[in-house]
Structure formats: C-alpha cells, structure tokens
C-alpha cells in the first residue's frame, strides 16, 4: 500500500511538472487561417457585440466605447494585442480559462475562438477597414438594466453609501445591515452584485491599483433574520470583477423573510478619487412553490492559509491545497482567488489511480473571475475524492500587478499580501442522486474517458436505453 501511494503521488507531481512546464514555455495553438478580406461590419461588429459591449459602450464600465466603426477604429491594433495573448492577464475579454485542458464548456463564456481572434488580427494587419456598412448587424440596445447578466431582479438591496477618499488606506469592517423587503420565504435562482459609484467612465486619474474603477475590493456577507449574531445563509463572495451566480435549479439558495443583508468584513481601497459607491444586490427568485431536490449549494473554500511563502523577484513559484470530499458532489463552478502575484491555478481531482484535470484558468487579480460550468460537463465526483488546486505565483518585476517585487509575500487580506481559495460551488448528492446523474452523462457522451466523471465508465446503463454496458 506504501509503495502504491508513492506511486500515485509521483504520478501526480510527474503530471503537474508537465502542466507547469507547459504553461511556462507560453506554447500557444498555431494561428488560424482566415480566408478571404476581413471586414468591421461583417466580421468584427458581432464578436464586439457578443463579447466587448457589454463594458466598451456609452456609460459602460470600460474607459472606451466599442460600437461604432468610428469609435473602434484607433483601437484596432490595441484590440489585436489584448485579444491574442492568451489566458493571462490583460487578455480581453477577460476570460482566462486555459483551451487546452480540461473541460471547456462553460456558462456566459465571452471569450474569442482562434478564429475571431484571427479574424481580429487581419482584420487590423489590413488597415481595419470598414467594409459593407449595410453588413452590420443591428445596434444592441443598452439600458441600465442590460448590466444585471441574471437579467431584471426580482429583489435589488442596496447597501449604505460610502465615500472613500483619495488615497486613503484600505480598509476592513463591518457594515450597516440592510433589510430585504421579502414576506415570504423563497429559493433564489441567481445572484449579481454590482458597484454603482460616481467614477466616470472616461476617467483616467484612478490609480494602477485592485479595480482602478472601483473602491469595493470584496464584501464576504450572508444573510440572517436577527440582522447579526448568526447568519441563516451564507452567499457567494463578492469580489471586483466578478460576474453573477447561478445556482443548479435543483438546489435553489433559501432567502427567509425578515432576513437582512450583512456583513463583517468588507474591504474598501482608495481608487486615487473621492468616491461615493454603494453595493446593489439583486437576486432572481425561482417561482413560488419551488421545493429543491438537492442540498443547497456551498462554497468549498478549498485553500491553504497557514504556510503561503512567497520569494522576491522570483516567477513560476508554486502553492498547493487538498481537500477530501466527504460526500459525492457535483462541482458546478471553479472560482480561483489569490492577490497580485497570482498568475494562474488549476483545479485537480485525484480519486484511487484516476487524476484528472478539471480546470486551468490564469488570474489576474483586476478582474477576478468565476467559472460556471454546463450543466451538461459540471464535474461528479464520488465521496473520498481528493481535490487538489495549484497555485502559481509571479512575484517579479514582469507582472505589473506587484507594488515592489523585491518584498517576500506571506498569507493576508491585504493585495500587498497573498490568498489562495478556491472559492468554486457545489452540491452534495445521495448515492442514488449520484447514480443517476452520472448514468445521465454516460448516456449522453460518446468519449469513453469522460473528464471530471471517474466512474462513468463503470456505471451500468439500463437495458431499455439499449446502451447496456
């Protein structure tokens, strides 16, 4: 037995080297030919309209509007640049999610395929040229509520505003409850946070610092009927950048009556203005009557907090964290946070000789992003696995996110500090929950090998499907 865990830990590291020497030689798929002229009203207005509007547009988020032929126009080469390095930082969208490993479908992927992304380069090595205007697709149409992606709540609480003043020091505490007008109990489908501040958005005074356009850096909250003193439910993590949640609509999140809105740990930073800013919550409620059939979601929390040692002037430096799952679960988002020197972390499940990777997605610490997975690929994983997370670290003077390179990191709140979670969802399963949904999937795949279900190939189909194994 000793000898058959060395050989399986050996095998786990021999895999991880090979994905860190991978991500550090920078091997990119080989560009995509593109046949014929390339055009803005054709070929590059859908790719902005699906995946760049929904900040680049009037009073968007983004510091310029890409609608207009007449607006994108002087960016073109910027686009070309931001929208062909990679899963990195500063890639745009920004959506890190590594193409060449793991699972790769997920919900409200933004991201560019290596055709638009080769589309977008001849298009802007061409001059840009504007083409056909009668090509373009139809103006999308943006209202206030177009930034809710969960669409149009059902409940909005706003938090008390703040100001925060230019160049002040980060700050950590608690906040003023806030009741959320609901009589009833109900199960919440969706949640989305939103900052709403006065920082215009052709500002250009912020500073190079965690969301230059924001001051809210993260508000870890829950919500409890007595406004404190035990919270009933726990939420999702509000972090800058990040998108909205969508919990399985078998496992619907329980909002009481009377609850209120709270929080003891909210981190503010100065973005270089006086800044007023207030939280909006909304969250879309599933219909009344709603009963759920799995356990409501929770995070993992799957991190290491206690022994982060982190070099100066040194990249490709490596974090790790286990966790043992104690019941079969359905793992429905990877969600990677770190601070500043984090450029990277990937998402394992080891379970006896079977080690996979789920997810690989590089991290930049002004736009944290989560990543849910299709319903169809959302990994099942059976009681007793271990799930391993590989951080990767770049505290040198090549990532522009570190104040100074030369300081050695250990674990804190602040950015000048270091975390290391994984603050993804899931949903615990019976076993005959867990038999069914992976018989579901085996129905549904054609791959022998199906990534993130290790006893899927084991499962027995039932006769009548005329799929027995």
């Avoid at 909002?255 to 879309?284: P, Q, W």
Wanted: proline share 7%.
């Amino acid at each position: 037995m000793v000898v058959g865990r060395q050989f399986r830990f050996g095998v786990a590291l021999l895999l991880m080297a090979i994905v860190g020497v991978t991500s550090r030689s920078g091997l990119t798929a080989a560009p995509q030919a593109v046949a014929g002229d390339v055009t803005f009203s054709r070929d590059i207005a859908p790719i902005l309209q699906r995946s760049c509007q929904n900040c680049h547009r009037p009073n968007g988020v983004a510091p310029m509007s890409l609608v207009t032929y007449e607006e994108v126009r002087p960016y073109a080469r910027a686009i070309k640049q931001r929208t062909s390095i990679g899963p990195h930082r500063g890639v745009m969208p920004p959506w890190y999610i590594e193409k060449n490993i793991g699972i790769q479908k997920y919900k409200n992927d933004p991201s560019l395929s290596d055709v638009e992304i080769a589309k977008v380069g001849k298009w802007a090595d061409a001059g840009a040229p504007q083409g056909n205007p009668a090509d373009m697709p139809p103006a999308r149409s943006f209202d206030d509520q177009s930034t809710w992606a969960i669409g149009t709540p059902d409940i909005v609480v706003s938090t008390k505003e703040i100001v925060v003043k230019a160049n002040t020091p980060d700050w950590w505490g608690e906040i003023e409850s806030v009741p959320i007008p609901i009589t009833e109990d109900r199960y919440v489908s969706a949640l989305q946070i939103r900052e709403v501040n006065d920082v215009p958005s052709s500002d250009g005074s912020g500073r190079a610092t965690v969301g230059g356009r924001y001051v809210f850096h993260h508000m870890i909250w829950g919500t409890d009927q007595g406004g404190g003193g035990g919270t009933n439910t726990p939420w999702p993590v509000h972090e800058v950048g990040r998108g909205a949640d969508f919990f399985p609509p078998e496992a619907g999140r329980l909002l009481k009556a009377g609850e209120k809105i709270v929080s003891n740990s909210i981190h503010l930073h100065s973005n270089g203005r006086d800044t007023k800013a207030h939280l909006e919550i909304g969250f879309k409620l599933l219909p009344k009557g709603y009963t759920p059939t799995l356990r409501p979601s929770q995070s993992r929390s799957l991190g290491n907090g206690l022994d982060i040692s982190i070099r100066p002037n040194e990249a490709n430096q490596q974090l790790h964290a286990y966790t043992v799952l104690q019941d079969n679960t359905k793992i429905t988002s990877f969600e990677p946070h770190l601070h500043a020197p984090g450029s990277r972390m990937c998402l394992e499940a080891i379970w006896g000789i079977n080690i996979q990777t789920l997810s690989c997605s590089g991290y930049d610490h002004n736009w944290v992003r989560g990543y849910d997975y299709a319903d169809d690929v959302a990994p099942l994983l059976p009681k007793g696995t271990i799930l391993h997370i590989t951080g990767y670290m770049d505290n040198s003077p090549a990532n522009r996110n570190i104040p100074d390179p030369r300081n050695w990191q250990g674990s804190g709140n602040r950015s000048v500090a270091n975390m290391f979670i994984d603050l993804g969802q899931g949903v615990a399963l019976s076993d005959e929950q867990f038999q069914a949904e992976m018989i579901k999937r085996r129905q549904a795949s054609k791959e022998d090998v199906i990534i993130g279900c290790p006893l899927c190939n084991t499962v027995q189909i039932p006769q009548s499907t005329g799929n027995q194994q």
